[in-house]
């Protein structure tokens, strides 16, 4: 479990770096110039990014929460 919302966690700023990137691509340009928002794939990769940091960060919550239970009742 512990290792799962790691893995995530890292995986989402590997995501958030990629989207920030791909944000300052000339093809973003390009999109943000005739439409006025960035491409689909940096917006994509951004949002994946967060919610895959979310999904971790709540993983390692809940499991220091019943690592916690867990030792009160020992």
């Known amino acids: 479990n512990h290792l799962i919302s790691i893995v995530l966690i890292v995986g ?24 006025g928002n960035p491409t689909d794939r940096s917006m ?18 809940s499991a220091a929460e019943s690592r916690n239970a867990i030792a009160v009742w020992q």
């Open 12 to 35: 989402g700023i590997i995501l958030v770096v990629f989207g920030v990137n791909a944000m300052d691509s000339f093809s973003s340009d390009v999109s943000r110039f005739f439409s």
């Open 44 to 61: 994509w990769l951004l949002i994946g990014g967060i919610v895959a940091i979310a999904v971790g960060l709540i993983e390692e919550q």
